[in-house]
Nanobody
Framework: QLQVVESGGGVVQSGGSLRLSCAAS????????IGWFRQAPGKEREGVSCISSIGGRTNYADSVKGRFTISRDNNKNTVSLQMNRLTPEDTAVYYC????????????????????WGQGTQVTVSS
């Protein structure tokens, strides 16, 4: 069974940090583009960051550039999102998404380009 699971969410004060992890079971994350998305209450889902299938190219939303870092650990079959200097505007459910369709050098930033999704992990930043 193919499954994507996020972990690492929680409640943190403004200015704090969290590290989200995306793990896959039933398949390898190698050579697959991975995206992190988030959805705040009453808002549409938005792309936060992604990493390409090969070459390690990354992309970040303007709102998180310089604060968030996406990375792979192929040995553990995980992708992490390190989030620093969090603000209340970062409060949302964060989702990991996996693109299984072919290899891409530039990771896509739209949700329609991803095939497998986790259930999400809640991140709450208090002021």
């Amino acid at each position: 069974q193919l499954q994507v699971v996020e972990s690492g969410g929680g409640v943190v004060q403004s200015g704090g940090s969290l590290r989200l992890s995306c793990a896959a079971s039933g398949f390898s994350l190698d050579f697959k583009a991975i995206g992190w998305f988030r959805q705040a209450p009453g808002k549409e889902r938005e792309g936060v960051s992604c990493i390409s299938s090969i070459g390690g190219r990354t992309n970040y939303a303007d709102s998180v550039k310089g604060r968030f870092t996406i990375s792979r650990d192929n040995n553990k079959n995980t992708v992490s999102l390190q989030m620093n200097r969090l603000t209340p505007e970062d409060t949302a459910v964060y989702y990991c998404a996996v693109r299984s369709r072919g290899v891409v050098i530039n990771c896509p930033d739209h949700s329609r380009d991803y095939d497998y999704w986790g259930q999400g992990t809640q991140v709450t930043v208090s002021s």
